[in-house]
């Protein structure tokens, strides 16, 4: 089982010493220079898991705020896998980035705006069909409710897993059960241990528990021990 948090919460070296996973979201704001990469892959141990955030470009259209903290001039196009040069020059850079972590899943986040359409759908074709993988397994967060009940259609099209919080969603489709704990009913929340029993009862060995809340760490080294 892998546990842990949404970016380094502490430092790197205790970090390393606690957990056995980190989902980097340095990799969706901006493209992370290699020698960066290099040294936190160089710093972990070999057995420690990376997992990371494809860069915003594929999944955030250029009006939304998390371009807030994108450095440099923002693309004028992108999101939704608009089939674009910048998309897949995004690709290109997460993909990139995964190689030299070692990493072997990728995160898509999609904005609640990205819902069912027929564009989404000719946009994803064009995408997923097209990028290279090299054995990657790539997973996709939905936060649009009218997914609901169309995500096992959606897997099984582009050969992803369902990226989910287990307290929102149930997750619908594929062989990872990957969990992102974004805080019930908000960042702030602190998970109690009726949560970690409710967790403990739909995760396995090979389960995936990510926390994105403000008590990340915290909350992460308690579920950590109620578990293990």
């Known amino acids: 089982m892998k ?7 502490e430092g790197r070296k205790r970090y390393f010493n606690e957990f056995n996973v980190v989902e ?3 990799t969706f704001y901006n493209p992370v220079p290699t020698s960066i990469l290099k040294k936190w892959r160089e710093e972990a141990p070999l057995s420690f898991e990376f997992t990371l955030k494809a860069l915003q470009i594929i999944t955030h259209p250029p009006s939304s705020p998390t371009y807030r903290r994108f450095k440099g001039k923002k693309p004028s196009k992108g999101g939704f896998f608009l089939p674009c040069k910048e998309v897949f020059e995004a690709w290109d850079f997460t993909f990139e980035a995964a190689k030299i ?3 072997e899943k990728v995160i898509f986040q999609l904005p609640p705006s990205f819902c069912p359409s027929d564009e989404n759908f000719e946009n994803m074709d064009n995408f997923f069909n097209f990028i290279k993988r090299d054995g990657l397994k790539l997973g996709i ?17 582009y050969d992803l897993f ?5 307290f929102s969603w149930r997750a619908e489709c594929g062989e990872i059960r990957y969990f992102r704990l ?3 009913g908000g960042y702030r929340y602190k998970f109690t241990e009726e ?5 403990k009862s739909l ?8 926390f994105n809340n403000i008590y990340a760490l915290e909350d992460a080294r308690r579920f950590k021990d109620f578990i293990l």
């Open 3 to 9: 546990i842990g948090c949404a970016g380094f919460c």
């Open 24 to 26: 980097v979201q340095h």
């Open 101 to 103: 972590l070692e990493a």
């Open 141 to 157: 967060e939905l936060r649009c409710d009218r997914w609901r009940g169309k995500i096992d259609l959606l897997c099984k099209r």
């Open 162 to 166: 369902h990226v989910v919080d287990p």
């Open 182 to 184: 974004h805080g019930k």
């Open 195 to 199: 949560d970690f029993l409710k967790l």
């Open 203 to 210: 995760v396995d060995r090979n389960s995936y528990i990510i």
